[in-house]
T-cell receptor, first 118, second 111 residues
Framework: DTGVSQNPRHKITKRGQNVTFRCDPI?????LYWYRQTLGQGPEFLTY????????KSRLLSDRFSAERPKGSFSTLEIQRTEQGDSAMYLC????????????????FGPGTRLLVL | DAKTTQPPSMDCAEGRAANLPCNHS???????VYWYRQIHSQGPQYIIH???NNETNEMASLIITEDRKSSTLILPHATLRDTAVYYC????????????FGKGTRLSVIA
């Protein structure tokens, strides 16, 4: 399978614990995005990498959240001191920078990691 | 906030065409229309995108009105596996921007 993969698929944790999720993008995709999706809502953007550089962060990404992409390949998203409000599906997407100015990039999503904070 | 408006739900009989509307009256000249769908408990799946011309691929057709203020995604022969939430998204042509999802349309294909 050459699609985007995410691990774990499910995580149950107690409030106050730290959790880390991993995303492996499609091979050679240089862009990687993290989104969060709560029940009944569409995904919301969290942050975005181009290669190893984190280029954009949304206001949703509080200081308890940190994301890395150290070698420009896989990425991790860590949530410290989890709260019940962090319960959501965390989605990763990857894309390739278009070769020409008028080309469009298409983001391909992984299956997500479903987090439940008790 | 999402720049699109979609009906919250629609039904379609299996084997019939599913026509999903989307309003994007404030779309700018350099913004594309993208469609994704999300089957229950899975990540969103790319379907199609377009700027002003109608587009067709193996999954669907995208019809964009001449004034670009609305569009319709057409699944020509809906199957039970097409039951999903369909998201219509407008996105700048620069391309390196995150997708802004609304609540989408929940399509139920009925046998």
């Amino acid at each position: 399978d050459t699609g985007v993969s995410q691990n774990p698929r499910h995580k149950i944790t107690k409030r106050g614990q730290n959790v880390t999720f991993r995303c492996d993008p499609i091979s050679e995709h240089n862009r990687l995005y993290w989104y969060r999706q709560t029940l009944g809502q569409g995904p919301e953007f969290l942050t975005y990498f181009q290669n190893e550089a984190q280029l954009e962060k949304s206001r949703l990404l509080s200081d308890r959240f940190s994301a890395e992409r150290p070698k420009g390949s896989f990425s991790t998203l860590e949530i410290q001191r989890t709260e019940q409000g962090d319960s959501a599906m965390y989605l990763c997407a990857s894309s390739n920078q278009p070769g020409t100015q008028n080309s469009q990039e298409t983001q391909y999503f992984g299956p997500g990691t479903r987090l439940l904070v008790l | 906030d999402a720049k699109t408006t979609q009906p919250p739900s629609m039904d379609c009989a299996e084997g019939r065409a599913a026509n999903l509307p989307c309003n994007h009256s404030t779309i700018s000249g350099n913004e594309y229309v993208y469609w994704y769908r999300q089957i229950h408990s899975q990540g969103p799946q790319y379907i199609i995108h377009g700027l002003k011309n109608n587009e067709t691929n193996e999954m669907a057709s995208l019809i964009i009105t001449e004034d670009r203020k609305s569009s319709t995604l057409i699944l020509p022969h809906a199957t039970l596996r097409d039951t999903a939430v369909y998201y219509c998204i407008v996105r700048a042509s620069s391309g390196n921007t995150p997708l802004v999802f609304g609540k989408g349309t929940r399509l139920s294909v009925i046998a």
